[in-house]
């Protein structure tokens, strides 16, 4: 019966502590009705998941509850120990019963966050938890975990499969100053699926085999001769293919300079090996130049981050910002009054289009800086991907205008439709659950157009 999973631990400060030692009977729900709980550690597996549950939660009250692993030997993983507030080794409760308090009275300071995107979730916990707690965030070494560290209250909100969305939202809180990040490790991720399970391995450079052996080089002074070891051999001795003689001495008639490498596949003889890195996970033979270089941090909450663990994230992108190469909005309408006066006289077909990114607003704000950073990469691909001769403009935080003296319009258009599908990747994967749509537009310029009625047409919801 669930009611009575929970056992309450008497003790003189009348708080109401629970102790729970039969997991599976427990309904989670029910902690809410604790000040803190105490979980029994004698099944530990039961204790893990638990533990993880009520830490992987959403529900502030679950997640930020206090919880303390009961364990004589405080022998637990460090799992365990990391989300938990402490162990200890007997029901004697009063020395917890202050931090208790302490993490009692800091989240009556914290603001209801009302908040539907993951990702402003996720940092609201992560930050509230080391708000509560104190204490900063460590990762820790983690053979489970597909890059080899986890971060305990993080981690679990992503599968393996998306650890590329885990580091956003920890260089987002770094980026933004909500947590201050010390280096621990450097990490060489798969470039496929970000996997650190690698066999980093010797190939051959003629034909990629792995099937290569290691010789020594042998250098007889006499005559000068170098070759591999296999050359020298005969029966037991070894002579020099070259001039005969038998080498008896290392370091005296001959010496080993260096090793070289044989090829069983293709015979190829080499002194530099291709190394390339093999991934476990996804089988992808990654050149070792394109693995990720990902750095592990330890974050500490800063004042920003207090402030913004308690009230939320009220710092709010600055409204317009400018991208290097193009024109604002005003000096953008004067060119396309130009191009229409050209076009006028001269034959040339020209076009104008425009890009459209629809995102809500809200979703806007909560990305914060990491919207301003997603439309620098927009920016930087479409200027990439247009003519040196086209004039771009950047309108609304959302809008890209682009004016094309050198194409008709089906050219531009479909210029903009391959733009608008290499940027729906982007998104997709970056803001995997925010929705957007883009939308295209594309005038021909005729040169009998008012400049303003192509403008309220590009711009048109
Ligand atoms: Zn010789
Ligand atoms: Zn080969
Ligand atoms: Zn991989």
């Known amino acids: 019966m669930a009611e009575f999973a929970i056992k309450k631990i008497p003790n003189d400060q009348k708080k109401e502590i629970g102790l729970i030692s039969d997991f599976k009977n427990t309904d989670i729900r029910q902690l809410a009705l604790y000040d803190a709980v105490v979980l029994d550690y004698t099944d530990r597996q039961g204790c893990e998941a638990f533990i993880r549950q009520c830490r992987g939660s959403f529900i502030g009250t679950l997640y930020l509850m ?60 992560f930050l509230r938890y080391m708000y509560t707690r104190e204490r900063k965030i460590e990762p820790i070494i983690d053979p489970k975990s597909h890059i080899g560290y986890s971060y305990p209250m993080l981690s679990d909100h992503y599968n393996n499969g998306n650890t590329v969305e885990m580091f956003r939202v920890l260089d987002n809180i770094a980026h933004n100053e909500y947590a201050r990040p010390t280096f621990v490790d450097k990490l060489h991720l798969c470039s496929e699926c970000y996997s650190s ?66 090829c069983h596949n293709c015979s190829h003889i080499f002194q530099e090996p291709v190394m390339e890195a093999f991934c476990f996970v996804c089988q992808k033979r ?29 710092r709010e992108v600055k409204e317009e910002f400018d991208i290097q190469g193009f024109i604002t909005f005003t000096t953008f309408n004067i060119f396309l009054k130009y191009e229409i006066e050209r076009s006028k006289n001269s034959q040339k077909p020209s076009a104008v289009g425009s890009l459209i990114l629809r995102i809500s607003s809200e979703d806007r704000v909560k990305m914060g800086s990491s919207y301003k950073k997603l439309m620098l990469e927009m920016a930087d691909f479409i200027k990439n991907a247009t003519l040196s001769t086209d004039i771009l403009s950047f309108v609304n935080n959302t809008t890209f205008l682009i004016i094309s003296p050198n194409n008709e319009s089906s050219e531009l258009q479909s210029l903009l439709n391959n733009i608008r599908s290499s940027m729906e990747k982007l998104l997709q994967s970056s803001l995997p659950l925010t929705p957007f749509k883009f939308d295209t537009r594309v005038i021909s310029i005729t040169g009998s157009q008012n400049h303003t009625d192509c403008i309220n047409q590009l711009m048109a919801n």
Do not use: W
């Not at 020298?232 to 005296?252: A, E, Q, T, W």
């Not at 050149?287 to 939320?312: F, H, M, R, W």
């Open 286 to 314: 990654n050149p070792i130049d394109a693995l990720i270089d990902k750095s592990i941090y330890s974050y500490d909450l800063t004042q920003i981050g207090e402030e913004s663990a308690v009230n939320g994230f009220g």
């Open 66 to 125: 206090p919880i303390f692993i009961l364990s004589l030997n405080k022998d637990i993983t460090k799992t365990v120990e990391v989300l938990s507030d402490g162990v200890i080794s007997s029901l004697q409760v009063e020395p917890i019963i202050g931090l208790i308090d302490r993490i009692r009275s800091k989240q009556q300071n914290l603001a209801v966050i009302d908040s539907s995107s993951p990702e402003v979730r996720i940092m609201t916990k």
């Open 197 to 262: 399970f690698l066999n980093f391995r010797e190939t051959c450079p003629k034909c990629e085999s792995l099937d290569i052996i290691t010789e020594n080089l042998i250098h007889h002074f006499v005559c000068a001769y170098v070759g591999p070891e296999h050359d020298f051999i005969s029966d037991d001795y070894m002579v020099c293919p070259k001039c005969n003689r038998m080498l008896r001495h290392i370091g005296v008639d001959y010496d080993k300079p260096s090793v070289v490498y044989n």
